[in-house]
């Protein structure tokens, strides 16, 4: 499972809240990701880290903001929750250098519910 | 922009039975990467099988194959004997390259095989 915990596993909140969800990695990765999957739509980038406070924007980062304060934990922070953010939110790590082309390793994801 | 698409929302199977899920891919940049991804009903993503756009050959795992058509843009996930372990949402997904050589995967909407006894 490449050493990926994301906590919580399920939360639900309301509308206006902050929500912060962790990933946090024991094998030393360089590059993490935040996903959100939802119906109809599989897994959509939102933010992604490239090192320690080296982190850049993916398709769907609106409302969503990361920090990498340290090669083990990347934080997503949802400012005010919004009910468009329910969702399930994976966390994953990449590895280069890969024989398979850099494959995503995922977390098992967290189950926000904004009500 | 890069595009994965899956046409099949939902497939239903009989056990033993050989099938083929499609995906198709829009992209201008001649280096590639293509996978296939397994969620079962518990909600873990798990990977099962790799193309790179220069590979000769189509990828093969066990059961599973990829009948990669580079010149339709199509790369099909076949899984040989299927099992009832089998029923899960499959997902196609391919690779972008960005900042500091980060892995963005663009993922398809996802098939749902249903495996019946």
């Known amino acids: 499972d490449a050493g990926i915990t994301q906590s919580p596993r399920h939360k639900v909140t309301e509308t206006g809240t902050p929500v912060t969800l962790r990933c946090h990695q024991t094998e030393n990765h360089r590059y993490m990701y935040w996903y959100r999957q939802d119906p109809g739509h599989g897994l959509r980038l939102i933010h992604y880290?490239?090192?320690?406070?080296?982190?850049d924007k993916g398709e769907v980062s609106d409302g969503y903001s990361v920090s990498r304060s340290k090669t083990e934990d990347f934080l997503l922070t949802l400012e005010s929750a919004t009910s468009s953010q329910t969702s399930v939110y994976f966390c994953?790590?990449?590895?280069?250098?890969?024989?398979?082309?850099?494959?995503?390793?995922f977390g098992s994801g967290t189950q926000l519910s904004v009500l | 922009a890069q595009k994965i698409t899956q046409t099949q929302p939902g497939m239903f199977v009989q056990e033993k039975e050989a099938v083929t899920l499609d995906c198709t891919y829009d992209t201008s940049d001649p280096s590639y990467g293509l996978f296939w991804y397994k969620q079962p009903s518990s909600g873990e993503m798990i990977f099962l099988i790799y193309q790179g756009s220069y590979d000769q050959q189509n990828a093969t795992e066990g059961r599973y194959s990829l009948n990669f058509q580079k010149a339709r843009k199509s790369a099909n996930l076949v899984i040989s004997a299927s099992q009832l372990g089998d029923s899960a949402m499959y997902f196609c997904a391919m690779r972008e390259i960005k900042i500091q050589g980060a892995q963005k995967l663009v993922f398809g909407q996802g098939t749902r095989l249903t495996i019946n006894p």
């Open positions: 994953a790590i990449s590895v280069t250098p890969s024989g398979q082309g850099g494959k995503l390793f």
């Open positions: 880290s490239y090192g320690v406070k080296d982190t």
